[in-house]
């Protein structure tokens, strides 16, 4: 590289060798992988910036130095840019019950947290201080306008759904019902719909994981620890009560202790940097100790997530999972016993 060419910026429209990086491991195009996932797509921002593996700065700016984003690179359109007009009748912008513009905003649950209110669309509102104490207290009014706008954003979700139906005519009525009566349902919390993406999951990785879990478990038979059958099922994670799906075996080791060994789907709905619902499947891998569970192994297994429809970031972290051998299991339970001695 000579002085001329050494500080020489990349034009706009050309792509850097980090750009033509990312597209290699995702699979195509960025400007196609923005318009999907981002523009017309679930993704946010940030969960973007994490599909993509680089700072969120570096494809939406701002940067330092005057450097030009990603997007001013590659002339890649906004998200949603409305005009000035349009900006004012934003929800995001305003309280959604006295329409207040000059107060900031809090997430208000409309079944209590403490009573397994959900952070769904279906349970979320957006309002003021002011409104919001009104809602706690149950001020009639208030209480019934928060109703209004709930049974309303139901409607227009499930108007605007391809498919129709009784079943979805079930469901609608079903949400209704749990909104007007503040009664949690599976369709209010979204986890109907997170069984359904998990079991897509699980159907299609159920022959790696056990595959996987078997490699692991012989390690574990090699040290001559008596080691069960690989057990599976669906179930609820306690506290949260989202939607999981396990594959898992136990083996008892030195010091007659019983460690037990997990691979788990877990199904919930989350809110991106754009304030909207999104379908999320994370898997992870633990060890454990103890009653249920309460002793966890650290030994730096790799967690990753899945935005729903997000097939490639799933698969390329499930082949890190797959990376791990036994022999790294079996070294993290040992290395947790001669701690704790």
Request: aromatic share 8%.
């Amino acid at each position: 590289m000579n002085k001329e060419t050494q500080f020489k910026p990349i034009p706009d429209g050309v792509k850097t060798p980090k750009m033509i990086e990312v597209e290699q491991r995702i699979g195509r195009a960025l400007e196609h992988d923005y318009g999907l996932n981002y523009l017309d797509g679930p993704m946010g921002q940030k969960r973007l910036a994490n599909r993509w593996r680089v700072p969120r700065a570096m494809i939406f700016g701002p940067l330092a130095g005057g450097r030009r984003s990603w997007v001013q690179k590659l002339d890649l359109p906004k998200k949603g840019k409305p005009s000035a007009p349009e900006r004012c009748e934003q929800v995001t912008h305003r309280c959604e019950i006295c329409e207040t513009t000059k107060a900031p905003l809090e997430r208000a649950h409309w079944i209590a947290r403490g009573d397994g209110g959900p952070s769904s669309q279906y349970n979320i509102l957006k309002l003021c201080r002011n409104c919001h104490g009104l809602l706690h207290h149950h001020d009639e009014t208030t209480t019934r306008r928060a109703c209004e706008i709930l049974v309303w954003r139901a409607a227009e979700s499930f108007v605007s759904k391809s498919e129709r139906g009784a079943e979805l005519q079930r469901r609608f009525l079903e949400l209704c019902l749990s909104i007007t009566q503040r009664k949690i349902s599976d369709v209010t919390t979204g986890k109907g719909r997170m069984k359904d993406t998990v079991e897509e999951l699980k159907v299609r990785y159920e022959h790696r994981v056990v595959a996987l879990l078997q490699r692991w478990r012989e390690a574990c038979l090699a040290k001559n620890w008596p080691t069960s059958e690989v057990g599976t099922g669906f179930h609820q994670l306690p506290g949260t009560g989202n939607t999981v799906y396990s594959w898992s075996f136990d083996t008892d080791v030195e010091l007659n202790r019983k460690a037990h060994v997990e691979v788990i789907l877990e199904g919930e709905t989350a809110l991106d940097d754009d304030e909207e619902f999104v379908a999320v499947v994370d898997c992870f891998s633990w060890i454990t100790f103890g009653i249920k569970g309460s002793d966890v192994v650290k030994w730096g297994v790799p967690t990753f997530g899945r935005l729903h429809g997000d097939d490639n970031a799933f698969e390329h972290g499930f082949r890190s999972l797959e990376d791990v051998d036994g022999a790294k299991v079996v070294a993290a339970i040992e290395r947790h016993i001669i701690n704790e001695g």
